[in-house]
């Protein structure tokens, strides 16, 4: 029993590290493909609560993410949670706080940034980079069949071409890597 467990466990740490070589490649080239924050646009306002508040918002989760992508994660956390206090109503900041509390990588943080994210479904259930980056999240904490449910959902949240080939790739890590863990 106990060589079965050792095994189990190995393919489990394998694919975490799998994915976060993943994540963190894609982050050192800064690709703006649904995994890296980008800034919404004027206009993009999501058409609930205030627009003040959405626009009094935006520049703190503009600056968040400059600081998310400079790798500055506490400070990138610090100020999208500002803009969340301010405009609840936008998937994009939670999104940004999973990613750097994921990036940030303390304890209890994936855990943290999968319940950002679910918060974020609920505000855009048809958004395939939010549930993409679910997906990540609970690969990260070795729950193999919750990740593979959610790269299923992104998928059929149609994903543009590069983001399908993209999410396709880390249902195959998670696959691939919950193969390993139960030889």
């Not at 790798?71 to 206090?85: G, K, M, P, R």
């Not at 919750?146 to 998670?174: S, Y």
Request: net charge negative.
């Amino acid at each position: 029993m106990g060589f079965r467990w050792m095994r189990r466990n190995i393919g489990i740490a394998i694919l975490v590290v799998c994915i976060w070589a993943f994540v963190a490649f894609k982050m050192m080239n800064k690709s703006h493909d649904g995994g890296t924050p980008t800034t919404a646009a004027a206009g993009d306002f999501p058409g609930t609560g205030s627009e003040a508040d959405w626009n009094a918002a935006m520049p703190l989760y503009k600056e968040a993410t400059n600081e998310y992508l400079s790798e500055h994660f506490d400070q990138a956390l610090q100020l999208v949670n500002q803009a969340v206090i301010k405009y609840p109503s936008d998937s994009n900041f939670y999104n940004l706080a999973a990613l750097a509390l994921y990036h940030r990588n303390q304890q209890g943080d994936v855990l943290a940034g999968e319940g950002l994210l679910k918060k974020a479904i609920a505000l855009k259930p048809t958004e395939a980079k939010l549930w993409d980056n679910l997906g990540k999240g609970l690969a990260m904490e070795g729950k193999v069949q919750d990740a593979k449910d959610a790269f299923e959902k992104a998928l059929q949240c149609n994903p543009t071409p590069e983001k399908e080939n993209e999410i396709r790739q880390h249902l195959g890590t998670v696959e691939q890597g919950a193969g390993t863990a139960t030889q």
